[in-house]
């Protein structure tokens, strides 16, 4: 039995909406979307740009709030192992964030006066606190270099992002979101800025994390990265439709 075969839900977002307000227009964003995500399995989002990718990521992620409001389709919830993260508390939420979730973005979002090393251990350090990391510190760091030298990166722990190439400072944004051993990597396009040879390398190193068996959702327009998923979920102008 695969990883992907076992059924529990990590993740299950029922009639998740999003309506951005530009003045007193009213923008749906997200129109009911529904998705699960099993442990071990690894999701695909495919869809257009602009037809709400990023932001569905984002409320998975609970880097961004979903509407709350009960609709003529029901009530919204996004539940993580059970408990719905619309109604966490900002405490709660923080934790969700910092502790259970890793983010690769497409533009790296690295910090550029740190190291490739101290970029990943601040991920942990956030996640624990300076006291707790202070006295792991040793473990922290010796967790983080094995990391960096899983994805390839083993010889440019003291470089600084500037002197890396495209796929190498995204390789350092993959070991910054699993430093904390994430239940659920959240890509957004994470080869959206990269040649397609850089990019494919990169879809090596998600499909061997995902034979690993990290749970993860990439969110793509682009189908070859949608190849690699386990299953797709397409979604056009805000909703879900079938395969
Ligand atoms: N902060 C915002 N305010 C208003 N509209 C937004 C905001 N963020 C995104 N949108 C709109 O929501 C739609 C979906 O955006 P996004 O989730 O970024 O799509 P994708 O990632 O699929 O390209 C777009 O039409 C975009 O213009
Ligand atoms: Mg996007």
Known sequence: MTAAANNSAVLRATNVRKTYQLGRLRVPV???????????????????????????LHLLGGLDAADKA??????ASIEFEGSD??????????????????????????????????????AAMTAM????YWS???EVRAHASALLERVGLGH???HRPAELSGGERQR?????????????????????????????SILDLFTDLHKGGQTMVVVTHDEATAARADRVVRLVDGSVVAA
Request: glycine share 10%; net charge positive.
């Open 136 to 138: 792991k510190r040793g």
């Open 172 to 200: 350092v944004a993959i070991a910054r979101a699993l430093v904390n051993k994430p239940d659920l990597l959240l890509a957004d396009e994470p080869t959206g800025n990269l040649d397609r040879v850089t990019g494919a």
């Open 30 to 56: 997200l129109r009911g979307v529904n998705i699960d995500v099993r442990r071990g399995e690894f999701v695909a989002i495919l869809g257009a740009s602009g037809s709400g990718k990023s932001t569905l």
């Open 85 to 122: 993260l619309i109604r966490f508390s900002t405490g709660r939420l923080d934790e969700y964030r910092r502790r259970r979730v890793g983010f690769v973005f497409q533009f790296y979002h690295l910090l550029p006066e740190l190291t490739v090393l101290q970029n990943v251990t601040i």
């Open 129 to 132: 606190g300076k006291l707790e």
């Open 70 to 75: 009960t609709t003529d389709t029901g009530p």
């Open 156 to 158: 440019r722990l003291q």
